[in-house]
Every structure is written in C-alpha cells, then in structure tokens.
C-alpha cells in the first residue's frame, strides 16, 4: 500500500522539476524557519550535532558537496586527482574565495583544518584521519593528502558538517574552545553569521562576496527557536515560517499540515546521512544473547505497519544491514518478513521460557513512544514477556553506555559507506563502555572484524564489493541489531520557497541556491 | 531600628540557609542518571573515549566527588558560578540575560493576578448570595481546576490560529525591526497571552482566598462596631474589613512572588518566551550541571528575599505584629 502523502511527494517532485525548469529565480527575499533544539554554538568542525550542522552549514563550507547519488561535486575544491594505487589525494582549490573577515582561503587553511583542528577536536574526522599519513599545501591552492593504505570511502568524507574547512588565521596557536570568534562564526559559505537572540532567533545575511556568481538569491534566513512542538506546527500554519526542516513537528502533525494550500513535502536531502533505526539487542545476556531469539524478533514486528501508520508512510523497510543508500548493498538475500508463526517456531526451538525482557523507547518525540508500544505488542504477540521503560535522554544515554538495557531502540546515520557509518556497529574493536553509539550490543565474529576491516582499505571498489557480499551474509544470519527503518525525514515548505533541497545533506546546505517567487 | 536588626538577622539566616541549599542541591543532582559529557557526545551523534575524556576534564568530572564540591562552593562564595558545559558561556551571563524576560512575564502575571484576585473576591464577598457572586466564584473555580499547559494550547487556538488578533509564540516579531515605543507596543502584544495564561490560577486562588477571609473578617465585632457608628458600607468594607483580611493573601502573594524566577516552565515553553524556565528545563534535560546549580541557587534566593518582604509587609497591613517571627 502507498500511503497518501508518499504519493503527495512524488506528484510534488514532479511538478517541482517542470516549474523549476520553467521559471529563473529571483533575488531577495528572507526566510523563516526553525532549528529544534537550540544548538549549543555554531563552529562546525567544533560541535557535529545535527541543529548546528543545519544552521551552521550555510556559513561554514567543505572541499566537496554530494549529489543526491553521493556523487561528489566541487565546493572548496574545483576538482581533484586520486593516484593509480589509491593512496594520493590531490585537490586543486579555487582561487577566488575568502572568508567573511575577507581573508583569503588558501590551501593552508585546508591543512590547519584537517591536521590540526579536527585532529584535536572531532570524533568523526579523526577516524578518517587516522588513515592519513601526511597533508601538504603543494602550493596555495593545492594540497596533497597521502594515505597509509588506500581508503575507499575517502572521497566521501570531505562533506561540510564533518570536515569542515576553519580559517587558520583566526585559529591557530589560540585555545580552539574558548577563542573569542566562536561567538561569531567566520566561514566561507554562502551566508554570514549577522545576531543570536538566545532563546528567540538566530540570523543570517546575505554573504556578498560569495564566490558563485549570483549566489545567494535570499537576503537571509531566520533560524526560529521555539521549544514546543505544537507552537512548531501553529507557526508554520498561520505563515510565520516557511519551512519546517525534517524531525521539527511530530509526525502526526505531518499529514494535516501537509494538506494545506501551498505546502510541499519532500522526503530528499537526507542520503548522506540516511538514517537507519536498528533496535538494539544486548548479545551479552538474557534471551537476547540468542541468535534464534533475535531472528524471532525480526519476524514478529510488523514493519510495515510502523511504516505506514506511525511513519506516514515515509521510509523503507530494510533488508539487512547495508541500507538501500549504502554502497555495495546485497540485495538478493531473504528479507524477514512479518511471520509471527516462524518467530513462536524459533522461540519454541529455543526454549525460551517468558523470561521478562524489557524495551528502551529513544526519548525523542511522541512517535519513539508509539512505535515502542507497537513493537511491545508485536512481541507479546509472540509470547515474548516484554517491558517498556520510560527515560530521558541522559538516561537513555547511560543505559546504552553502561549495556544495562535488552532492547532499545535507535537510528544512526550511513554516511553513504559501510566503512564510515555501518562497519562501526559490528566490529568487536569498538565495544567500549560509555557511548551509545559504538558496538553496543556487544557482538563479536572474527570473520565479521576481519572482512570489514579488509574492506575499508581493499582497492579498487570490485575486491570490496565480494567482502562486504559475504559480511552482510553472516550479520543477516546472526542478527546482531534488529533492523527497524530506513527513516524518511520529511522537510515541509511552502512550494514558493524554490531549489531548496539540491543535494544528499539538504538543509544544512540548502539555502544556497534557495530562492523565493512571490 | 526594630526593622533594621529584623532584616540583618534574617539575612543572617538567610546566608546559612543558602549554604546548605548549595550542597543540597549539588549532591541532589548527581543523583540523576547520566553525565554531561555523555549526553553532549550523544549530541554529536560520534564519539570516541578521547572526546569523552577531553569533555570531562575540561568541566572537571574526572575529579572525586568531593573536590568537585569544595571546588563549587569555594566558586560561590566568590559569585563565581562556573560555565555552562553545553554552551561554554558563563552561567552568571545566561541567567542575567534570561532574567529581564522572566520578570517581565512573572511580574505582569503577579500583578494581574494579584489585583484582579482581590477585586474580584471583594465583588464576591460583596454579593454573597447574589447570582453574580455565584457566576464569580464558579470562574474561579473553572481556572482553579484547570491545567495550565491546556489553557496555554487552547488560548493560542483561539487568539492566534483563529482570530489572528495575538501572536502566538515567541518575545517580539523577529525581522520586523521594531524600536522605540513600537517594540515596546510589539512585545506588550506578546506578553499578553503567557502573562494571562499564567496568572489565571493564582488570581482564581486569590479570589477564592479574599472572599472567605473577608466573610470572615466581616462577622468580628469592630465591623459591627463600625457599622453601629454608622459609616457607609463602602467604607467598612475597604477600611475594616478588607485590611484585616488581607493577611492570608500576603501570605500568598509571597509564595508566589518567590516562585517568580523558576515557576513559568511550562508556559515559557509553549510560549517559546526566552526567560529562566527554559533555560532550566533545557538544562536539565542537557545535564548542564552547573547551569542547573545556578538557576537553583538565584531561586532559593529570591524565595529567601520574598520571604523577609512578606514578613516586612506583614507588620505595614497589621501593626499589632511586632518583634522577631
């Protein structure tokens, strides 16, 4: 079944394809939307969360942009070369940027950024990182990365949010976190950092001097902070603001808003990310350190039904461990398929004996709770004697770190490569206690850590292809995490807010070529 | 000069009170389950241990409990209240810069309820058994039993989505560029809906509260006393009977004053008004300790100051109370 407003996006595409070709686009103009939660500064490459990265990344750039398809595009860098073994990275920068202060940007930037400043401060980037062996600013407008072993997802790593090009000269040799331009964001992007009323709005102008020609069509953007979800909602229907970005309003708001005059949807902008919701399933202990029990709770979950009843019908129901985004997706094994029937048959085989296991909802929203009391009965529906706990986020957060939970939910982004989004929730050397996000059901195969980590650094992408083939065999076979949702995140417009969603991060890029025809 | 000693000894009080509630409240709060660092790299969505140990030794977490303590209370017997760990600002800049907004709300709801309040059981007390007395206290009643947040929701309903007269959220209307008199008239506007939302359970309560107490105070003998002298009833009911009931209700108005700084949570947040509430819940859910601690500290203060008031106003409505409490 294709849910309403699944059908309403895909008739919005298509209109939005020929007006677009139809009409130019037009100058000025400012916009008005929300960032939830209010984020907590604006230096991106400092602060990685997802209200910064929407905001900030309009005002900070990075080497390259992607494409719907993950293909990379010129941002920063005008193009690139990749040596015959894989190892060399050459990027050739353009020549005619600066920064708000009106500094240059020079290749030496991109080398205090990358060696430097994320060395020191971001998670993220440093697990690239730690593939690198050395940069160097051939000249001003070339640097040269130069890896240990070829990197396959290398090319993928330079988006904005996570490796973030900061300007040298008012960064280096000062205390990164407390320097005085962090109230005040300098970048190269499209847009400059003008006021925060704490509490109210953040503001950004018009960057002038913006290297493309033409770009920004807006004036600026009002990023709004209101704290309720249903004051969220009131603004965006009585025309305050005009774009509500993805996870802003609860998903039961979605349809009656979407209805109404001169508001369009669209699920793109999120490919770079895609998130994907898994359930965890702590391989350590109780009924759930059982592959059989995992495989009957794969079976007893009506996924499709969340889809499309607490999901609006946004999203997909997974496969298996490689999202539908994912590269080197194998998509020819058996799906686990709704079968109450199969998971009483794993159960019964096992033995399970109505040990009580308890469920962790994500404290995120109304929809989080809802989709766990669907899931809680899909389970008692099976004979799984389950629980749901209630908490908060750092609850949640010291529950997963501790490992002291047999079902939570959670989603977690892609990244577009097994190597950078996927291979961490499987490999046995990331289970450490005290993060939500490492390995935290705690499973371990050799073979699995073997091929995973031969994968990253195989060369060229056919050698990879065969080993994550035979990984996402075994992990479908022992179920290490349930896979829940490939999440559909809907942005909801006003359809005269123009060329706002034009590649894989969406908004937190996206008024870049924005632009407004009223 | 009977005064003057009163209020140095109960500031004298006051500071040890506000001592102990400093370790209350520090060792209340690591109680709750999780850790600023942890929540701050689940933010960030990717986190390995060096990020988590960078994180807790910049805020100092990574010391003994004890050592934490001392370095918290030795910070605020300076008026050093730390930085927030989310925001890397000083907590002491925060809150001055959510003050002015929270007093603005709390004060205007404050007054409005508290005079409204007594008009309005006065009336009722008036017309005892008169239908309007009766209309009056079934009102009160109604907004007496009422949740707050569903009153907020539905106000917005009706004065912003429907009749468009009020905005709906926020301080003022952002872009418009107002100043002078016109952001002083654009930020009235949006202070009506929280301000009123607010104060319609404590103005329903003072009501109710003068309405007994002046039935009450209108049954002694220097009423009879008065009216026997023949004065107007007016008179007596303001002069007479209205003073002497008004202690219960300064009693109350203290209570609530005190709550001036934290008590508008749930309405800032509907209301997305940028006052101390906010701040508080967020940095709660954040973890953000030391913030928490601060705002804390300021409304135990403020309930300690509005306490030495109402007592101060106690002997202004009623001489006969003199000396130490």
């Known amino acids: 079944m294709k849910h309403p407003l699944a059908l309403a996006i895909s008739a919005a595409a298509l209109a939005f394809t020929t007006t677009a070709l139809a009409d130019a686009p037009q100058q000025g103009g400012t916009v008005n939307t929300i960032v939830q939660p209010e984020p907590p500064g604006l230096v991106l490459g400092m602060i990685q969360n997802a209200p910064t990265r929407v905001v900030a990344g309009n005002i900070y750039e990075g080497l390259l942009r992607y494409t719907t398809d993950l293909e990379p595009i010129p941002q920063l860098a005008e193009s690139w070369d990749v040596s015959d073994d894989g190892r060399t990275y050459t990027f050739h920068l353009r020549e005619n940027v600066t920064w708000h202060d009106g500094e240059p940007f020079t290749a030496d930037d991109v080398v205090f950024s990358a060696d430097v400043f994320h060395r020191e401060l971001n998670p993220s980037a440093r697990a690239v990182l730690q593939h690198v062996e050395s940069i160097e600013a051939t000249d001003e407008h070339t640097v040269v990365f130069t890896l240990i072993e070829p990197f396959g997802p290398f090319l993928l790593s330079f988006e904005a949010g996570t490796f973030t090009m900061v300007p040298e000269h008012l960064y280096a040799g000062t205390d990164f976190r407390n320097n005085e331009h962090n109230d005040h964001p300098i970048g190269t992007g499209p847009f400059k950092f003008a006021n925060w009323e704490r509490g109210t709005v953040i503001e950004l102008v018009k960057n002038d001097d913006y290297y493309e020609e033409g770009l920004p069509y807006l004036d600026g953007v009002n990023w709004h902070i209101i704290p309720d979800g249903g004051s969220r909602a009131v603004a965006f229907e009585n025309g305050t603001i005009d774009v509500l970005p993805s996870g802003t309003v609860e998903n039961f708001d979605i349809p009656r808003l979407s209805e109404m005059d001169n508001v369009c949807v669209t699920e793109e902008g999120h490919e770079y990310f895609s998130p994907y919701s898994m359930l965890w399933m702590n391989n350590r202990e109780g009924p759930t350190a059982d592959k059989r029990f995992r495989q009957a709770v794969m079976y007893a979950m009506d996924r499709e039904f969340a889809r499309n009843v607490l999901w609006n019908g946004l999203g997909k129901v997974p496969l298996s461990a490689f999202g539908s985004n994912a590269r080197f997706q194998d998509d020819s094994l058996e799906p686990y398929d709704y079968n109450p029937e199969r998971a009483r048959e794993l159960l019964e085989e096992m033995g399970y004996d109505g040990e009580e296991v308890t469920i962790l909802p994500l404290p995120y929203g109304e929809t989080w709770t809802r989709w766990a009391e669907a899931v809680q009965q899909n389970l008692r529906e099976v004979g799984i004697n389950v629980r749901t706990q209630a908490t908060d986020v750092g609850g949640w957060n010291q529950r997963l770190g501790d490992w002291d939970y047999d079902l939570a939910f959670t989603y977690l982004y892609q990244y577009g490569d097994p190597a950078l989004g996927i291979s961490r929730t499987y490999l046995s050397d990331n289970i450490a206690k005290g993060s939500p996000w490492n390995n935290v059901e705690g499973y371990e195969n050799a073979r699995v850590d073997e091929l995973f980590n031969e994968a990253a650094t195989a060369y060229p992408d056919e050698e990879r292809e065969a080993l994550y083939k035979e990984v996402q065999e075994i992990l479908h076979e022992d179920v290490p995490v349930g896979w829940l949702m490939e999440l559909g995140f809907p942005t909801l417009y006003r359809c005269d807010v123009k060329d706002l969603v034009n590649s894989s991060v969406g908004l937190n890029e996206g008024f870049r070529d924005a632009w407004l025809d009223r | ?325």
């Open chain 2, 1 to 325: 000069m009977l005064y003057a000693r009163l209020i140095i000894m109960r500031l004298f009080k006051a500071v040890i009170v506000l001592f102990l509630i400093v370790i209350l409240n520090f060792l209340l709060i690591q109680l709750a389950p999780g850790d600023p660092a942890a929540i701050l790299a689940g933010e960030a969505g990717a986190a390995d241990q060096e990020f988590l140990n960078q994180l807790r030794e910049r805020f100092g977490l990574d010391q003994p409990m004890y050592v934490q303590l001392w370095r918290y209370v030795s910070g605020i017997a300076m008026l050093d209240f730390g930085y927030s760990y989310r925001l890397g600002v000083p907590v002491f800049d925060l809150i001055m810069a959510r003050l002015p907004a929270t007093l603005l709300l709390t004060g205007t709801a404050f007054l409005i309820s508290l005079v409204l309040g007594i008009i309005a059981g006065s009336m009722a007390a008036a017309r005892v058994k008169k239908p309007s007395g009766s209309i009056i206290m079934a009102l009160a009643l109604v907004f007496y039993a009422t949740p707050l947040f569903w009153v907020a929701l539905m106000s917005v309903l009706v004065f912003s989505v429907y009749l468009d007269w009020l905005p709906a959220y926020g301080f003022y209307t952002v872009g418009a560029g107002y100043t002078g008199f016109a952001l002083v008239l654009d930020v009235a506007k949006h202070l009506i809906l929280p301000a009123t939302t607010l104060a319609l359970f404590f103005m329903a309560i003072y009501t109710r509260m003068t309405r007994t107490s002046m039935l009450d105070a209108a049954q002694q003998d220097y009423v009879k006393t008065a009216r026997a002298k023949g004065l107007k009833p007016g008179i007596i009911q303001r002069r007479h009977v209205l003073r002497n009931a008004l202690l219960p209700i300064i009693t109350l108005a203290g209570l609530q004053a005190g709550q001036m700084v934290g008590g508008a949570i749930l309405t800032e947040t509907v209301f997305a008004w940028p006052g101390i509430g906010r701040l508080m819940f967020e940095a709660l859910q954040q973890r953000d300790y030391n913030l928490l601690l601060g705002i804390f500290f300021f409304s135990a203060a403020l309930v300690i100051v509005f306490n030495i008031i109402t007592d101060l106003v106690y002997r202004l409505a009623d001489p006969r109370i003199k000396g130490a409490s």
